[in-house]
């Protein structure tokens, strides 16, 4: 049984419906899209770690389901509310046509070297899981008892400065930096063009040093994980809005268990 913050709760197939038919911001997503409708791929996990899923997607349920055929932000508003994932994602690598991809039958291993590969997004993933706890000890004994992504306050807190201190020291080397809260911590994302053509190597050299400080994912940086919560999609593990944080005085007090910026409305029904 994992373990929330007070009103963080799985989220059910009909909030997931009500949710992208009538809140899932489809212009602002086509904004955060711009020009790039044709480098970029998306995901849904539909029920992995809920087991909340529509019993005619039951076969997928543990899956990485890829959307690689689309052309506006509306089709994966149809994508979600097909599917009603636990969660909608969007892959950090960069094709010059995600079309090719679609025709594809190679490994995702293999993009990397694929003439169709044009770089991937610098990204850091915080989850306050990583951070040692007085009260619920370290990752190690949350696993041990099956609370894996179990998060109290204390640690929500630590990785909510931690998000603020690692964009102000990226900020040292880059300009094009995002916070983003990801329904339970925080994904600190760099969109330089440098950073794009980062070798694994420098990659992980970097992940191995912030490590040090931060409480990092350091095979997400490294690039071993492709995969970020896409922003304004619903996290259906404990029914938060994926938000772009965009003023750093919303972060220092940012608080998901009220916040308006994302709490979704089903949660406000009486």
């Known amino acids: 049984m994992q373990r929330f913050p ?4 799985p989220s059910k197939l009909e909030e997931r419906q009500a949710f992208y038919r ?10 955060w899209v711009g020009h790039r409708n044709r480098s970029l ?26 959307i690689d055929e689309w052309s506006r932000a509306r089709d994966i508003r149809d994508y979600a509310l097909e599917y ?18 679609a025709r594809c039958g190679d490994k995702p291993k293999n993009c990397r070297g694929c003439y169709n590969y044009d770089g991937q997004q610098l990204a850091f993933d915080l989850d306050p899981e990583n951070v040692d706890c007085p009260w619920h000890g370290h990752i190690g004994e949350k696993f041990q008892r099956g609370q894996g992504f179990s998060f109290c306050m204390y640690e929500f807190k630590s990785v909510r400065r931690q998000a603020l201190l ?21 994904h600190v994302v760099v969109d330089d063009e440098d950073a794009y053509g980062l070798s694994k190597r420098a990659r992980k050299e970097l992940a191995r040093q912030l490590a040090k400080r931060y409480a990092i994912d350091e095979w ?15 996290n259906g593990l404990v029914s938060r809005k994926c938000t772009i ?7 220092v007090e940012f608080d998901p268990r009220i916040s308006e910026m994302v709490v979704p409305r089903f949660l406000h029904s009486p």
């Not at 690692?166 to 925080?186: M, P």
């Not at 490294?222 to 922003?231: A, F, I, N, Q, T």
């Open 6 to 9: 007070k009103g963080m709760r």
């Open 22 to 31: 009538c809140e899932f911001d489809v212009r602002a997503l086509g904004r």
């Open 41 to 66: 791929k998306f995901a849904m996990i539909p029920g992995r770690h809920t087991g909340i899923v529509p019993s005619r997607h039951a076969s997928v349920k543990d899956d990485v389901v890829i």
């Open 84 to 101: 009603l994932p636990e969660g909608l994602y969007y892959d950090r690598n960069r094709y010059k046509d995600v079309r090719e991809c």
């Open 166 to 186: 690692l964009s102000e020291e990226l900020g040292n080397r880059y300009e094009r930096i995002d916070i983003v809260y990801s329904g339970r911590g925080f």
């Open 220 to 234: 997400v940086t490294e690039g071993g994980s492709r995969l970020m919560r896409l922003p304004y999609s619903l």
């Open 245 to 251: 944080i965009k003023q750093r005085k919303d972060l």
